[in-house]
């Protein structure tokens, strides 16, 4: 595996920063991370094969796994860091620089230092960066590169460990390069005319599973139901129809959309016979699963109907990934999978279509 490093897709800054206008040189930062973005995630992935696989930690194999991990990836990442720094900062008096970049890297650099952020991680990037021999212990290197651990017969537990950091800095930098420009390009007869982070107070959603889209029989009802419990004073800040859309804390590979037609309401709202609820608190208990965060993103849109719920070349549909992107972008991170959940939000009534969007946040 000597040749690891070579996965990844560098910034290499050009001498002098390079020819061209402003401009262009910041296009070409732009360019190189929209390219990495397809292709680190992957080789962060070898990389915590490679740390999992048995039989190549003893003897001169061990020290040049040093070398290919401490200098070939930790050490290159560190200068690769210093070189975009040096160049973004040559480039802010044009403008053209999304600040939110020099947050990243100062976070990236924190953990290719070997200080993460992350308590339960400290104490054993601290080992591995001061005696990379301890790598050679099967429970070191799982807690260092993460992965699936058997525990108790059949139990499994996912560690997110030290690689997988690393991989979430790295996405961060491209991210806050390369998404501006996405979510210009993506507003296609429409746009966004309001965009704000907000955090409630707790929470409590109240609807129904059913797709209202395809059999709206049934919509006048939970209308009503709804304006009633209002009325017996359980409201919230948020008096709108929403379609809720979670995956219950797992990732959305592992269960299956859940889709709430309903409403916000206040804390310990009632919940009518064959209705469902999920709730919201301001703060992370550190559990997967509800409750969730009462904490997002605000997205409200104007244009055509049909753009901005377009799904051809979009991950979701256009309001989803512009909102995402948008978060993105500003290096605002997204609680996935354990506190994941977003909403369509119909600002005048379910009938009359969506035109916002709620996106988990954690700030």
């Not at 490093?5 to 020819?19: L, S």
């Not at 059999?215 to 809720?244: C, K, M, N, P």
């Not at 990732?251 to 804390?267: K, N, S, T």
């Not at 972008?329 to 279509?353: H, R």
Request: glycine content about 10%.
């Amino acid at each position: 595996m000597e040749n690891l490093q070579d996965r990844f897709c560098w910034y290499e800054a050009e001498e002098n920063g390079g020819a061209g206008s402003p401009e262009e040189r910041y296009q070409r930062i732009v360019d190189w991370a929209g390219q990495a973005r397809g292709t680190n995630p992957d080789a962060f992935d070898a990389v915590t094969v490679w740390l999992l696989e048995g039989g190549r930690w003893g003897g001169e194999e061990l020290a040049r796994n040093r070398t290919i991990f401490m200098e070939g990836i930790i050490g290159r990442f560190s200068r690769q860091c210093r070189q975009l720094r040096e160049e973004l900062t040559a480039l802010m008096p044009s403008g053209l620089v999304n600040m939110a970049v020099f947050d990243t890297l100062d976070r990236f650099e924190e953990e290719l230092a070997g200080a993460p952020r992350a308590e339960e991680l400290k104490e054993v990037v601290r080992e591995v960066f001061s005696d990379f021999s301890s790598i050679k212990k099967r429970e070191t290197r799982e807690l260092f590169a993460g992965g699936i651990t058997g525990h108790g017969g059949t139990d499994t537990v996912e560690v997110f460990g030290y690689i997988n950091y690393l991989k979430d800095c790295d996405a961060g930098v491209q991210w806050t390069l390369f998404m501006p420009d996405v979510v210009k390009r993506q507003q296609d007869g429409f746009r966004i005319v309001r965009f704000e982070y907000r955090k409630l107070p707790a929470m409590r959603f109240v609807g129904v599973e059913k797709d209202f889209s395809q059999d709206a029989t049934g919509l006048e009802e939970l209308q009503r139901v709804l304006d009633a419990i209002e009325r017996e004073g359980h409201g919230s800040e948020l008096l709108y129809d929403v379609i809720l859309v979670h995956h219950y804390g797992r990732g959305v590979d592992v269960e299956r959309c859940h889709a709430l037609w309903g409403r916000f309401l206040a804390a310990g709202a009632p919940v009518p016979q064959g209705y469902a609820y999920v709730d919201f608190v301001p703060d992370n208990d550190g559990k997967f699963g509800m409750p969730y965060l009462s904490q997002f993103a605000f997205a409200e849109f104007t244009g055509d109907m049909d753009a901005m719920h377009g799904q051809e070349g979009f991950d979701c549909d256009a309001m989803y990934d512009v909102t995402r992107n948008t978060i993105l972008a500003q290096n605002v991170m997204i609680p996935y999978p354990s506190k994941y959940w977003t909403a369509e939000v119909c600002l005048d009534g379910f009938q009359k279509g969506s035109t916002a969007y709620l996106f988990s946040v954690e700030r």
